[in-house]
């Protein structure tokens, strides 16, 4: 049973931007600060970006000033706005509903430089 649905990846030039979208259930949502992971080839999945269930964010520090996480609690959705991308934010983005450990499937994100 599919809880978190990720969306938005791709193929994008250094430089450019791309928004990651998570979708889950309204009960999910409402309990759970929410975030987003990434895990590059034969590296260890790495936390990205934390938003609270009152909107409060916190960044790694490799993103900070480039990336923005927000929540749409109408739409039960939160987002990764990531620009000027670089080749080493290439990865599987995952999302993950942090209170009750559940993970989204990932989506690929692939910068070329």
């Known amino acids: 049973q599919v809880q978190l649905v990720e969306s938005g990846g791709g193929l994008v030039q250094a430089g450019g931007s791309l928004r990651l979208s998570c979708a889950a259930s309204?009960?999910?949502?409402?309990?759970?600060?929410m975030g987003w992971y990434r895990q590059a080839p034969g590296k260890l999945r790495e936390w990205v970006a934390t938003?609270?269930?009152?909107?409060?964010?916190n960044y790694v520090d490799s993103v900070k000033g480039r990336f923005t996480i927000s929540r749409d609690n109408a739409k039960n959705t939160v987002y990764l706005q990531m620009n000027s991308l670089k080749p080493e934010d290439t990865a599987v983005y995952y999302c993950?509903?942090?209170?009750?450990?559940?993970w989204g499937q990932g989506t690929q994100v692939t910068v070329s430089s």
């Open positions: 938003i609270t269930r009152g909107g409060s964010t």
């Open positions: 309204g009960r999910i949502f409402s309990s759970n600060a």
């Open positions: 993950k509903a942090i209170d009750w450990g559940y």
